[in-house]
């Protein structure tokens, strides 16, 4: 069974077009968050989410929006896409207790987004 | 500001040539340090955590050890499947459960 399972992996599209990537865990955690990786491999993150709530969102641009039907999925919809948003896309997930294995993170195979 | 340094950026070596890669960090209030494997195409995949000076943690022939500035990922006889980019990650400050910030990593091939 994948444990955080991304779709699309691979998502080629025009400049101005809205996109979304889903992300499903069916790890039973409760925070799931999303990173964009650059060409240059470095990952950061873009928003976590927690029991619904937007935990944090790093200076994202507003086109990106995070959703979350329920715990398990947390979906990213992509409006109006530039050159620039091309990278790959993560979703990742961690459990929220107290013991000391509270925050790994476990994360998806990514989506390679290319906006042309 | 929370910032993680990672080096060297590049490592190549031979099967059985043993190292270490670095992972030296700023940030207020260490809430645990991470290390992942990425290969390419995939995503991160977890390797250990630590949260105190002193603490070591072992998987296979990998040994990660933290001080309170840095940490170290000692890779013992590696084989060519131990090649791969390795991520260190700090969690940020003042947030439960919450998000990592990672260094570029340290890319490693290892050459039978």
């Known amino acids: 069974d994948t444990a955080v399972s991304q779709t699309p992996k691979y998502l080629v599209t025009q400049m101005g077009n809205d996109k979304s990537i889903k992300c499903e865990q069916n790890?039973?955690?409760?925070?799931m968050y999303w990173y964009k990786q650059d060409s240059k491999k470095f990952l950061k993150i873009m928003f976590s989410?927690?029991?619904?709530?937007?935990?944090i969102n790093e200076t994202v641009p507003n086109r990106f929006s995070p959703k979350s039907p329920d715990k398990a999925h947390l979906n990213l919809h992509i409006n109006s896409l530039e050159l620039g948003d091309s990278a790959v896309y993560f979703c990742?997930?961690?459990?929220?207790?107290?013991?000391?294995?509270?925050?790994?993170?476990?994360f998806g195979p990514g989506t390679r987004l290319t906006v042309t | 500001e929370d910032q993680v340094t990672q080096s060297p950026e590049a490592l190549r070596l031979q099967e059985g040539e043993s190292s270490s890669l670095n992972c030296s960090y700023t940030?207020?209030?260490?809430?645990?340090l991470f290390w992942y494997r990425q290969d390419p195409g995939k995503g991160p995949e977890f390797l250990f955590t630590?949260?105190?000076a002193g603490e070591e943690k072992e998987k296979e022939r990998l040994k990660a050890t933290l001080t309170k500035k840095e940490s170290f990922l000692h890779i013992t006889a590696p084989k060519p499947e131990d090649s791969a980019t390795y991520l260190c990650?700090?969690?940020?400050?003042?947030?439960?459960?919450?998000?990592?910030?990672f260094g570029k990593g340290t890319t490693l091939s290892v050459s039978s």
């Open positions: 990742a997930s961690s459990p929220r207790t107290s013991g000391l294995s509270s925050y790994e993170q476990y």
């Open positions: 989410y927690n029991n619904k709530e937007l935990i």
């Open positions: 940030v207020s209030g260490l809430r645990g």
């Open positions: 630590l949260y105190s």
């Open positions: 790890l039973g955690h409760d925070t």
């Open positions: 990650a700090v969690r940020m400050r003042n947030q439960a459960g919450t998000a990592l910030i």
